[in-house]
């Protein structure tokens, strides 16, 4: 009888034992999956609040906004407010296109909750027709896309001048400004813009 109550104890030891292996199994497995998933959350969370075609930025903040700019409007900035970029350090493109055509690519520095930042884009007189600019990501995902016409909406021919590879500009063409303008809502240095910082 006692070598039963024992066996049946031991069992019972043992049975417990591999319950709370189990149980202990399950809610690292419920953990880890959850952390996994919030930070796919956070990495997916990245958008755009705002986006803008202006003919400048004041105060950080676009001015002259329209959808439709003359002929010899000579140079159009795209301003983007981005935001829960995270808190490392990342990135969007501005991708500048002229019908199908891709004229410029700008890279631009994006960081915490509200990060507003802009590209400009010059623009050649003869350059008339429908434009518009991707906001790409990191990971490469479009957040948002918008478009404008210069002059008259009408089908978009060749550039008469080749654009450069690097950053869509022809010799003749008025610059490009590929810095970053970034600004946290908090305050903080303008990389390469050369402007002071601030909110």
Known sequence: MKRICHM?????????????????SVTLAVWFGSSMASEEATTA??????????RSIEEREPKDAAETFPTDVGRIYCFTAILNAGPEETHVVHKWYRGEELMAE??????????????????????????????VSAAGDV??????????AEPVED????ADGTDGQSQDE????GEDHGDPEGGGPDEGSGEDAGC
């Open 8 to 24: 049946m104890c031991r069992s019972s030891i043992t049975l417990c034992a591999v319950a709370a292996i189990l149980s202990l």
């Open 45 to 54: 969370a990245i958008s755009v609040g705002r986006m803008v075609f202006c």
């Open 106 to 135: 700008v890279k631009l520095k994006a960081q915490g909750e509200y990060w507003r930042t802009w590209s400009v884009k010059g623009i050649m007189a003869e350059w008339t027709g429908r434009w518009r600019v991707d906001v």
């Open 143 to 152: 957040l948002k896309s918008a478009s404008f016409v210069v002059g008259e």
């Open 159 to 162: 550039a008469d001048s080749e």
């Open 174 to 177: 008025p610059p490009n400004d």
